[in-house]
């Protein structure tokens, strides 16, 4: 499994961009304003996307997404389908965000958009991967999603954003690596983790689950060995 981290920063911090994680060059989670000029400086192919995961309608994990869609419209992308996972109500407000920026690129897309809306324990298969959707706890009255996704003989848990929640164990159990957002490095920064939660996390989950922490904040790693930090443009390969 190759991790790459496109950007590993949240909203607000100073020195990291926007979160956004693509794996094995074909599932990217989370598609922040980044993510294109990203793949393209690290000459990762566009159109090899099969699957984009869209955890909440913060903007900073899905406004890259109308790029990605103007790029397959001019450039061009492979005839097979894309696949785009998110909360309720996706499709119309991803058209609806794309279409007030870009009008007609839903015209001259050239393939099949499959749309999947997530619900808590929605289980679903795309491209090669299975994947289940877990609801988490963030922002009042915003639907969040968590998601695990098992291909090649290897599982990913991808935490979205969120609080210290039930859900976060069942996500992570088991899994070969627990991406998860931390946002709150130096003190009360809203509805995130913060590093004490990932410590808890870490003791209560096998050691044999990898952690990669990611939706930063600035400053040194509070972490030790055992909790990887995640960087901008940084790959790991498990």
């Known amino acids: 499994m190759e991790l ?97 920026g870009f009008p007609h690129v839903f015209r001259d897309i050239g393939f099949e958009l499959r749309w999947v809306e997530a619900s808590d324990g929605l289980e679903g298969e795309a491209a090669g991967l299975t994947f289940r959707s877990i609801e988490v706890e963030h922002a009042e009255g915003l639907a969040c999603f968590g998601y695990r996704a098992q291909f090649d003989g290897q599982t990913l848990a991808f935490s979205g954003d969120t609080v210290m929640c039930d859900a976060l164990l069942p996500l992570a159990a088991g899994a070969d690596v627990f991406v998860v957002e931390c946002s709150c490095w130096g003190g009360a920064c809203g509805p995130h983790l913060a590093p004490p939660d990932i410590r808890e996390l870490r003791r209560q989950i096998a050691p044999a689950t990898r952690f990669v922490v990611t939706h930063l904040d600035a400053g040194p790693s509070p972490f030790g060995p055992d909790v990887l930090v995640a960087e901008d443009l940084m790959t790991i390969t498990l």
Do not use: C, M, Q
């Open 4 to 100: 790459t981290f496109l950007g590993s920063g949240n909203a607000f911090v100073s020195g990291r961009y926007w979160s956004s994680l693509l794996v094995n060059n074909r599932y990217l989670f989370d598609p922040s304003p980044i993510a294109l000029p990203h793949l393209k400086r690290l000459a990762k192919p566009a159109d090899g996307l099969d699957v984009i995961f869209i955890s909440h309608f913060h903007a900073d994990h899905w406004f890259g997404l109308p790029f990605l869609l103007l790029e397959y419209a001019h450039h061009g992308r492979a005839g097979r389908p894309l696949t785009i996972v998110g909360p309720s109500g996706v499709e119309a407000r991803v058209r609806a965000v794309t279409e007030a």
